[in-house]
Each structure stands twice: as structure tokens, then as C-alpha cells.
Nanobody, 123 residues
Framework: QVQLVESGGGTVEAGRSLSLSCSAS????????MGWYRQTAGRQREWVAV???????NLADSVKGRFTVSRDNAKNTVSLLMNDLKPEDTAVYYC?????????????????WGQGTQVTVSS
């Protein structure tokens, strides 16, 4: 069974930095895209960053210039370095990955989510 486990997060003052990390484990044949979303209470989940297996990366306009996303294919991990944090960055951050795996049904590609990690930025 494939799992995504996040680490990092916490509470910081505005202007400071935090780093999130996500590790995928299980019967992984291939990871296509890996990235991050965030969600605040009462709002839809918002895309933040994405990386591709080939090394491409993209960030939402709201975090460009402040956040950096990176990936290690050998370790099946993706990280999000968040600099110059703002109160509006406060949210639960979720790791997401599209993974090809094999189970009793055969080989298939599925979307997986981490459990979420809280980031709180105080003003």
C-alpha cells in the first residue's frame, strides 16, 4: 500500500521560514508528479506547487519568489521551502502525488494524499 507522510510545519512569525517534506513509500513503480496543496477552513483546497519526474517545477503565483519546491526521485521525496512567510500562508498543507503501483487489481496510476500538516504564520 502506498503512503505519503509529511513532516515539518509549525508556527512561525511573519517573515520567517519553514520547510515541509513528504516521503512516499510502498509498492511504487513510478511517481509522475509530486507537489503540494493547502487548505484553510471553509475554503477549497488550493494548489501550491508541483514537480515532474523529469525535473520540471511550477509554483502558484501567490508563492512565487518566496517558496521553492524540490524533489529527490531516488528517495521518493518532495520538499517545500517556504521563505518570507505571511499570515495568509496559514493553512493545512497536503502532499500530493500521482503514483503508478501494482496491487491485486494489476498495475494502475492513482492520486495519493498525505495526512496534512499545519502551518501557522502569526503577524
Amino acid at each position: 500500500q502506498v503512503q505519503l507522510v509529511e513532516s515539518g510545519g509549525g508556527t512561525v512569525e511573519a517573515g520567517r521560514s519553514l520547510s515541509l517534506s513528504c516521503s512516499a513509500s510502498g509498492k511504487i513503480l513510478f511517481i509522475n508528479v509530486m507537489g503540494w496543496y493547502r487548505q484553510t477552513a471553509g475554503r477549497q483546497r488550493e494548489w501550491v506547487a508541483v514537480t515532474t519526474h523529469a525535473g520540471g517545477a511550477n509554483l502558484a503565483d501567490s508563492v512565487k519568489g518566496r517558496f521553492t519546491v524540490s524533489r529527490d526521485n531516488a528517495k521518493n521525496t518532495v520538499s517545500l521551502l517556504m521563505n518570507d512567510l505571511k499570515p495568509e500562508d496559514t493553512a493545512v498543507y497536503y502532499c500530493n502525488a500521482r503514483i503508478t503501483t501494482e496491487d491485486s487489481m494489476g498495475v494502475g496510476e492513482y492520486d495519493y494524499w498525505g495526512q496534512g500538516t499545519q502551518v501557522t504564520v502569526s503577524s
